[in-house]
């Protein structure tokens, strides 16, 4: 481990351009050829990379309409209130961590070629195919996130990427490369993500009778391919994640947000690569009926032996257990510190439970006298509000004035909003100090829905409601059948029905089901900018005083017009005068 945090030191000297720092890390670098003779630490770079990938629950929600959090100096709520600079506050950005994760890859391939995995001449290609296709789509991968972070119009009004690095930068390098155009940085993450696709099974299972087909040209031998393709491989990159990742790149490459002529981007192309993966699942049947609650501990708990829940296309390691999400956004009822607090216009957006948005109130039944009745099932799935009921504990939530845990009672622990977070936790956990439990959690990278709430937006966008273009199913089939796994709209859904006629009120309630499903899952952040829509919508709460209650608002938002492109880091600008800062950013 030693050999791999110096060689990752090296790389982000290599990184920064300061020259002077060289020369006593390289003392100390061990020379590339010893891969060559020592795969585990060969294998160990690598699997560095993987250490290095974005959290998913970042709570990025705190810089959006969704949500607000009760800690002051958090970097997100910072952000979002006016304090975001080309130096300060920017956890968004990717620039050291990707392209750290890119110096460790490009040397991985420059050398995996010359590594020895195994004395067996077939487990040898087999293993060296497997890590050379991870490389490349974690490559692809890295590039993506670097892409969402930080591409954007210049100051020169071209639409532009980030500097394309495909070998390993040394002390002999020139580190002032200016940034690709957007459209090269999307043709070279396609590129590592082919290389990926034609290298790697789409999962890694162990297989009887035969080696598939694509695998044969190296072994037949069943047993060596299961050593090294097979069941024990789980969770490392694998074929499918590389398609997972070209329907996010192909999606976010079509978005309003980066539309230019220099961009060859289209919804087709983000609808077919959506597809692919939805094939793969079994199509719109595919959807898992239980992807609702993946967190649940009746699915938790039954994960075993590195597989995936039904839901989940890729994942973090299971742990054995913890408490850390409740102790940081269960109510202080519950001991928790309430960090993560869900906004009114967020509980709005959840429709009735026939279908009905609440805004329409002669048609969804809606009593604003009586809020949360009769809503979408995944509000209470998702959202702890005054009444919610916790069967686990058998208490009630009560965040009326006065009671513990109502609006701003304790300061760094009560709720801002009204409402607590109810997603991502574990109702069995208990945080009380004097007999805490903790249980099994395990953290998503990617889930189907996504994939199919990806399909949704651009079959929608390419082919309109109902044209699946060939295919079997359409973006109406596959948001019909979302909404009836939520318990939303029923056999008929006379709303969706109606969407169903309307290319622009499709786009609306798809994004709607989007916003609902991937809640307080990383999205929210990244979907109102490349979908450019207001970034300044206040956020609501509500306070509750005995049953009647009065809409507060919480937090203004102090966005400018150019902070839909996240901007370059100011360090970077004062080091290299070739590349150009995003424009608006100072």
């Given at each position: 481990?030693?050999?791999?945090?110096t060689?990752?030191?090296?790389?982000?000297?290599?990184?920064?351009?300061?020259?002077?720092?060289?020369?006593?890390?390289?003392?100390?670098?061990?020379?590339?050829?010893?891969?060559?003779?020592?795969?585990?630490?060969?294998?160990?770079?690598?699997?560095?990379?993987?250490?290095?990938?974005?959290?998913?629950?970042?709570?990025?929600?705190?810089?959006?309409?969704?949500?607000?959090?009760n800690?002051p100096?958090?970097?997100?709520?910072?952000?979002?209130?006016?304090?975001?600079?080309?130096?300060?506050?920017?956890?968004?950005?990717?620039?050291?961590?990707?392209?750290?994760?890119?110096?460790?890859?490009?040397?991985?391939?420059?050398n995996?070629e010359?590594?020895?995995?195994?004395?067996?001449?077939?487990?040898?290609?087999?293993?060296?195919?497997?890590?050379?296709?991870?490389?490349?789509?974690?490559?692809?991968?890295?590039?993506?996130?670097?892409?969402?972070?930080?591409?954007?119009f210049?100051?020169?009004?071209?639409?532009?990427?980030?500097?394309?690095?495909?070998?390993?930068?040394?002390?002999?390098?020139?580190?002032?490369?200016?940034?690709?155009?957007?459209q090269?940085?999307?043709?070279?993450?396609?590129?590592?993500?082919?290389?990926?696709?034609?290298?790697?099974?789409?999962?890694?299972?162990?297989?009887?009778?035969?080696?598939?087909?694509?695998?044969?040209?190296?072994?037949?031998?069943?047993?060596?391919?299961?050593?090294v393709?097979?069941?024990?491989?789980?969770?490392?990159?694998?074929?499918?994640?590389?398609?997972?990742?070209?329907?996010?790149?192909?999606?976010?490459?079509?978005?309003?947000?980066?539309?230019?002529?220099?961009?060859?981007?289209?919804?087709?192309?983000?609808?077919?690569?959506?597809?692919?993966?939805?094939?793969?699942?079994?199509?719109?049947?595919?959807?898992?009926s239980?992807?609702?609650?993946?967190?649940?501990?009746?699915?938790?708990?039954?994960?075993?032996?590195?597989?995936?829940?039904?839901?989940?296309?890729?994942?973090g390691n299971?742990?054995?257990?913890?408490?850390?999400?409740?102790?940081?956004?269960?109510?202080?009822?519950?001991?928790?510190?309430?960090?993560?607090?869900?906004?009114?216009?967020?509980?709005?957006?959840?429709?009735?439970?026939?279908?009905?948005?609440?805004?329409?109130?002669?048609?969804?039944?809606?009593?604003?006298?009586?809020?949360?009745?009769?809503?979408?099932?995944?509000?209470?799935?998702?959202?702890?509000?005054?009444?919610?009921?916790?069967?686990?504990?058998?208490?009630?939530?009560?965040?009326?004035?006065?009671?513990?845990?109502?609006?701003?009672?304790?300061?760094?622990?009560?709720?801002?909003?009204?409402?607590?977070?109810?997603?991502?936790l574990?109702?069995?956990?208990?945080?009380?100090?004097?007999?805490?439990?903790?249980?099994?959690?395990?953290?998503?990278?990617?889930?189907?829905?996504?994939?199919?709430?990806?399909?949704?937006?651009?079959?929608?966008?390419?082919?309109?409601?109902?044209?699946?273009?060939?295919?079997?199913?359409?973006?109406?089939?596959v948001?019909?059948?979302?909404?009836?796994?939520?318990?939303?709209?029923?056999?008929?859904?006379?709303?969706?029905?109606?969407?169903?006629?309307?290319?622009?009120?499709?786009?609306?309630?798809?994004?709607?089901?989007?916003?609902?499903?991937?809640?307080?899952?990383?999205?929210?952040?990244?979907?109102?900018?490349?979908?450019?829509?207001?970034?300044?919508?206040?956020?609501?709460?509500i306070?509750?005083?005995?049953?009647?209650y009065?809409?507060?608002?919480?937090?203004?938002?102090?966005?400018?017009?150019?902070?839909?492109?996240?901007?370059?880091?100011?360090?970077?600008?004062?080091?290299?005068?070739?590349?150009?800062?995003?424009?608006?950013?100072?």
């Amino acid at each position: 481990m030693k050999k791999i945090i110096t060689l990752f030191t090296v790389g982000a000297l290599m990184l920064s351009g300061c020259d002077d720092l060289f020369a006593p890390a390289i003392e100390n670098f061990p020379n590339e050829e010893q891969m060559y003779n020592d795969a585990e630490y060969a294998r160990g770079i690598l699997h560095n990379v993987y250490s290095m990938i974005p959290g998913y629950y970042d709570n990025s929600e705190y810089g959006t309409d969704d949500a607000v959090t009760n800690q002051p100096s958090n970097v997100y709520l910072q952000m979002a209130t006016g304090a975001w600079t080309t130096s300060s506050y920017n956890p968004q950005s990717q620039w050291t961590n990707s392209f750290g994760a890119i110096q460790y890859i490009n040397i991985f391939l420059k050398n995996v070629e010359g590594v020895k995995w195994s004395d067996d001449a077939e487990l040898n290609k087999l293993f060296a195919q497997r890590l050379t296709g991870e490389a490349y789509g974690l490559r692809g991968m890295f590039y993506f996130y670097l892409l969402r972070a930080h591409a954007g119009f210049g100051e020169n009004n071209e639409l532009l990427g980030v500097p394309i690095l495909t070998a390993p930068q040394t002390v002999d390098s020139d580190f002032n490369q200016p940034r690709a155009s957007f459209q090269a940085c999307v043709e070279q993450i396609y590129r590592d993500l082919s290389e990926a696709e034609k290298r790697l099974p789409y999962e890694y299972e162990d297989v009887s009778g035969t080696v598939p087909e694509d695998f044969r040209s190296i072994t037949t031998d069943v047993g060596k391919y299961n050593t090294v393709m097979g069941s024990k491989a789980r969770q490392l990159y694998n074929g499918i994640i590389a398609r997972a990742f070209r329907t996010r790149m192909a999606t976010l490459a079509a978005s309003p947000v980066f539309q230019d002529a220099s961009n060859t981007a289209t919804w087709a192309d983000a609808a077919n690569a959506a597809a692919a993966v939805i094939d793969y699942k079994g199509g719109v049947s595919g959807i898992a009926s239980d992807g609702i609650e993946y967190y649940a501990p009746g699915i938790v708990n039954n994960i075993l032996n590195g597989a995936n829940p039904d839901e989940i296309l890729w994942r973090g390691n299971k742990g054995s257990g913890d408490n850390d999400q409740e102790t940081q956004n269960f109510p202080p009822s519950l001991y928790g510190n309430g960090n993560m607090n869900p906004s009114q216009n967020l509980v709005d957006a959840f429709p009735m439970a026939n279908g009905y948005p609440i805004s329409d109130v002669a048609t969804s039944g809606y009593d604003a006298n009586n809020p949360y009745a009769g809503r979408d099932p995944r509000l209470g799935k998702y959202i702890l509000y005054n009444g919610s009921t916790i069967s686990e504990k058998i208490v009630t939530i009560n965040t009326s004035v006065g009671n513990q845990d109502g609006v701003n009672v304790t300061e760094n622990r009560s709720t801002r909003t009204g409402y607590y977070l109810r997603k991502r936790l574990r109702m069995d956990v208990n945080c009380n100090p004097s007999s805490v439990t903790r249980q099994p959690h395990y953290t998503p990278r990617i889930r189907y829905t996504e994939m199919y709430l990806d399909y949704a937006e651009a079959a929608n966008e390419a082919w309109g409601p109902k044209n699946g273009n060939g295919r079997a199913y359409s973006a109406y089939d596959v948001i019909k059948t979302i909404r009836q796994r939520a318990g939303v709209g029923g056999s008929d859904d006379a709303y969706l029905e109606a969407c169903a006629a309307d290319k622009d009120k499709m786009r609306e309630l798809i994004r709607n089901e989007r916003r609902l499903e991937l809640c307080f899952e990383g999205f929210r952040f990244w979907d109102i900018r490349r979908w450019k829509m207001d970034l300044n919508e206040p956020v609501y709460g509500i306070n509750w005083s005995g049953n009647s209650y009065q809409k507060i608002t919480v937090e203004e938002r102090s966005y400018e017009d150019y902070m839909y492109c996240c901007p370059i880091p100011n360090s970077e600008i004062l080091k290299y005068n070739n590349i150009i800062q995003n424009k608006g950013w100072k």
